[in-house]
């Protein structure tokens, strides 16, 4: 396989090239081009992809003389998936019913994104407003008979591909965490609210969270940092974010850290479940105090809580569109369907259960800096197979962060992943472990290519 700079590089590393002279924002403008070419025809990755426009945009940058005066992500290209508003792009959020529909503004995501020097390359595939399906045009890069995901999996694709060094995703039950594990590149999933939604299609208000995925694991911490918010408009977070006795490891004593199966344990096959035990007893000598923990019992309810506020939400979101069903999935109405019979009273009940259980979740595991679980039950299934249900959900519900990391690989050889997950607002010491993973060699620097 010929070299892939994105693939190759870091975003820092590139930051680097550009700052030596070495690459010109021309040379990474060909290179996003050239590997859009060689591989969107097979994987279809993209919704929306113009060479024109994305050669328009480089040629407006003005690369500063010095690596210090560089914008975290100048000259760097990254997709959007297609349910965030762009200007310069059709936003159509994997529907017909909203084919050649234009935003005329950018989610603040991507606002953020170009004000630090991003390039938006074009926009990702995403499934039919973003909820979950079990077949679109995307192919898992790996084996094409597999799927990449949900709806993220555009974003994934055009990642394990090297067309781009990050894609932004989003994530309402597993869909930055599932295509990540599938096609073998890191996800991000930061706490629920610390990036902001303003600008993108909204599907369950108390689930929907911002994220990305990406090459390297060096890319999470400057990607993350672009797109969070910040100030004294967000006290909360602020407040969490700077608190360095819940953000920063006290390098003197052992990570704490605990192993958590969850209730999704039984259907992992056992590859899986042997994969992630060994893996776990790697980590008693060097400098980690590992637990096996056990959730309480009343966690095991997240499932069905979450499919009550997510069809609930959708029926009224998405009440216009139900109105045209001739044009939506079957599933899609289905799931409307579903939410519409659900009652005001039910729906109140299963907020207040969701709050209960975040409450309860963080004292569980206050005194870990992490936990550490499967991204997925293993190994993508063939197309059009439901996948087996797995912790990603469970945790996007307690509103938890969360990497996924190319760890593993299945008896046939495709990837998933192992799951870090850190406490509610505790980003940066979950970012902070990763790293340490990283420089220690239990964790890769970067995805490697599907052969």
Not at 2 to 20: D, G, H, M, P, V
Request: hydrophobic share 35%; proline share 6%; with cysteine.
């Amino acid at each position: 396989m010929k070299t892939n700079l994105f693939l190759e590089k870091s975003i820092q590393e590139i930051r680097q090239c550009y700052a030596s002279g070495s690459l010109g924002v021309s040379d990474v403008a060909e290179e996003c081009i050239a590997q859009y070419k060689a591989h969107e025809p097979t994987v279809c990755a993209y919704e929306d992809f113009d060479e024109n426009l994305l050669r328009a945009s480089f040629r407006k940058i003005r690369m500063p003389a010095s690596l210090d005066q560089m914008r975290p992500l100048e000259g760097i290209p990254f997709g959007v998936k297609d349910v965030f508003n762009t200007r310069d792009y059709h936003t159509q959020m994997g529907s017909p019913l909203w084919k050649g529909f234009t935003a005329g503004n950018d989610a603040r995501t991507v606002h953020n994104c170009l004000q630090a020097g991003g390039v938006i390359s074009g926009k990702t595939v995403t499934a039919e407003f973003a909820v979950h399906t079990l077949l679109n045009k995307t192919v898992n890069p790996h084996d094409h008979s597999r799927t990449p995901g949900t709806s993220s999996s555009g974003s994934a694709v055009a990642v394990a591909m090297g067309m781009v060094p990050f894609a932004l995703g989003t994530q309402t039950a597993g869909s930055i965490i599932r295509p990540a594990s599938f096609c073998g590149v890191y996800g991000f999933k930061p706490s629920f609210g610390l990036v902001p939604r303003t600008g993108v299609l909204k599907t369950t208000d108390p689930l929907d969270t911002i994220g990305f995925l990406t090459t390297h694991c060096a890319n999470l911490r400057p990607v993350f940092e672009t797109i969070r918010v910040k100030g004294a408009n967000y006290p909360i977070s602020n407040a969490v974010l700077r608190d360095t006795t819940r953000q920063r490891h006290v390098h003197d004593r052992p990570w704490k850290v605990a192993f958590v199966r969850t209730y999704t344990w039984p259907e992992a096959p056992s590859y899986a479940q042997d994969a992630i035990t060994t893996y776990v007893d790697k980590f008693s000598n060097v400098g980690c105090d590992v637990t096996e923990l056990s959730l309480p019992a009343v966690f095991t309810q997240c499932h069905e809580v979450h499919e009550t506020i997510y069809d609930k939400s959708l029926s009224y979101y998405f009440q216009h569109e139900f109105g045209k069903n001739e044009h939506i999935s079957a599933m899609m109405k289905e799931m409307i369907e579903k939410g519409l019979s659900i009652s005001d009273e039910a729906f109140l009940t299963a907020l207040c259960t969701q709050s209960a259980l975040i409450e309860s979740f963080d004292a569980v595991v206050r005194e870990y800096d992490v936990i550490l679980s499967l991204s997925t039950a293993g190994e993508a299934p063939l197309r059009g197979i439901t996948e087996n249900r797995d912790p990603s959900l469970i945790w996007t519900f307690l509103h938890l962060p969360v990497i996924s990391a190319p760890v593993f690989k299945s008896p046939s050889g495709l990837p998933f992943g192992l799951q870090l997950v850190g406490r509610k607002y505790n980003d940066l010491l979950l970012l902070q472990f990763a790293e340490w993973l990283c420089d220690n060699g239990f964790i890769p620097k970067r995805c490697l290519p599907p052969c």
